[in-house]
C-alpha cells in the first residue's frame, strides 16, 4: 500500500512559478514509475508528466513541454513538479500517483495509487 501527499500548490501570476512536492510511503514508490495530472473544473483528469522508476527518463504533455519539468528522489520516497512560465490554462488540481511497473506511463488506468491532490491557480 502506498499512500501519497502533495504539497506546493497556490495562487500565482501567469509567467510565475510553483513547484510541487508528492510524499509517499511505502517501498512501492522507489520501485515504480510515477506522474502528474491534472483536473481542472468541468473536465476530465489528464496527463501532465511522467518519469521512470530511476528518474532517468521522463515524458511531457504537449501542453506543458519546456515549462515543466518532472524529478524524483527516491531516497526521500519524493516526486517533484517544477512549474515555470505559468499559464492560466495550468489552474487545476494536481494529483501525483504511482503507476504499475517501472516504465513511465500516460495513462490514468495505468495508475493504482492517486494522492488526494493540490490545487493551483494562476491569475492572468
Known amino acids: 500500500q502506498v499512500q501519497l501527499v502533495e504539497s506546493g500548490g497556490g495562487l500565482a501570476q501567469a509567467g510565475g512559478s510553483l513547484r510541487l512536492s508528492c510524499v509517499a510511503s511505502?517501498?512501492?514508490?522507489?520501485?515504480?514509475?510515477t506522474g502528474w495530472f491534472r483536473q481542472a473544473p468541468g473536465k476530465e483528469r489528464e496527463f501532465v508528466a511522467t518519469?521512470?522508476?530511476?528518474?532517468?527518463?521522463?515524458y511531457y504533455a504537449d501542453s506543458v513541454r519546456g515549462r515543466f519539468t518532472i524529478s524524483r528522489d527516491n531516497n526521500k520516497n519524493t516526486l517533484s513538479l517544477q512549474m515555470n512560465n505559468l499559464k492560466p490554462e495550468d489552474t487545476a488540481v494536481y494529483y501525483c500517483?504511482?503507476?504499475?511497473?517501472?516504465?513511465?506511463?500516460?495513462?490514468?488506468?495505468?495508475?493504482?495509487?492517486w494522492g488526494q491532490g493540490t490545487h493551483v491557480t494562476v491569475a492572468s
Open positions: 500517483a504511482v503507476a504499475r511497473g517501472t516504465i513511465q506511463q500516460k495513462q490514468p488506468a495505468m495508475y493504482n495509487y
Open positions: 511505502g517501498r512501492t514508490f522507489s520501485e515504480s514509475a
Open positions: 518519469i521512470n522508476w530511476v528518474g532517468t527518463q521522463t
